[in-house]
């Protein structure tokens, strides 16, 4: 079974400064990787999507990576700001049976961008 | 405007109720999907659905049921049987052959 893990859990950085999330999956046979952002209370925001063919995507700021042959990918955020703040879920696209795909979710890390 | 409605935001029951959960989209997405989410947790698949009048069950189903009697709506009833139905719940859908979900806002169901 499919199992998401996202470190570190929470971080809290000053603005301005560079940071990376990281998220690793046990099984490799993965359809697609996403990265969510979810503020407080809030639904699920999609940042960016990454094919298991693909090795990384870029939006503005942030640009995410995908190894999956070790299993890992991780959202780099340039130039973080107080806005930034919130939880960011990473989840993987995997085959579930009966011709059926199945998001499976980190716990997410919780972000704070200090002013 | 088009997107996905979760009604009502907070839901609050008493023990032994049974509670609908509303899901619509104006997308014109084939699948939709309940989630539910634990403080800490990651998301949880309770049910889905990728054509109306068919719907399998998720990872955490026990205690679930739901209807998909037109393509734009998902309700989803919480029944007695959950045993801790206390949670936020999330509602998304996606169109066919695409590869993302979209998420609605979510509805906080606390059971008292």
């Known amino acids: 079974k499919q199992e998401v893990t996202q470190i570190p859990a929470a971080l809290s950085v000053p603005e301005g400064e560079n940071l990376v999330l990281n998220c690793s999956f046990t099984?490799?046979?993965?359809?697609?990787l996403q990265w969510f952002r979810q503020d407080p209370g809030k639904g699920l925001t999609s940042l960016l999507l990454?094919?298991?063919?693909?090795r990384e995507q870029t939006s503005g700021r942030l640009n995410a990576s995908l190894d999956k042959s070790s299993g890992r990918s991780t959202l780099y955020i340039a130039a973080s700001q107080p806005g930034d703040s919130a939880t960011y879920l990473c989840?993987?696209?995997?085959?579930?049976?009966?011709?059926?795909?199945?998001?499976?979710f980190g716990k997410g890390t919780k972000l704070s961008v200090i002013p | 405007d088009g997107g996905i409605t979760q009604s009502p935001k907070y839901l609050f029951r008493k023990e032994g109720q049974n509670v609908t959960l509303s899901c619509e989209q104006n997308l014109n997405h084939d699948a939709m999907y309940w989630y539910r989410q634990d403080p800490g947790q990651g998301l949880r698949l309770i049910y889905y659905?990728?054509?109306?009048?068919?719907?399998q069950k998720g990872d955490i189903a026990e205690g679930y049921s739901v209807s998909r009697e037109k393509k734009e709506s998902f309700p989803l009833t919480v029944t007695s049987a959950q045993k801790n139905p206390t949670a936020f719940y999330l509602c998304a859908s996606r169109p066919l052959g695409g590869n993302e979900q979209f998420f609605g806002p979510g509805t906080r169901l606390t059971v008292l």
């Open positions: 989840a993987v696209k995997g085959y579930s049976g009966a011709g059926s795909y199945q998001l499976t």
């Open positions: 099984d490799s046979a993965i359809y697609n």
């Open positions: 659905s990728q054509i109306v009048n068919d719907f």
């Open positions: 990454i094919q298991s063919s693909q």
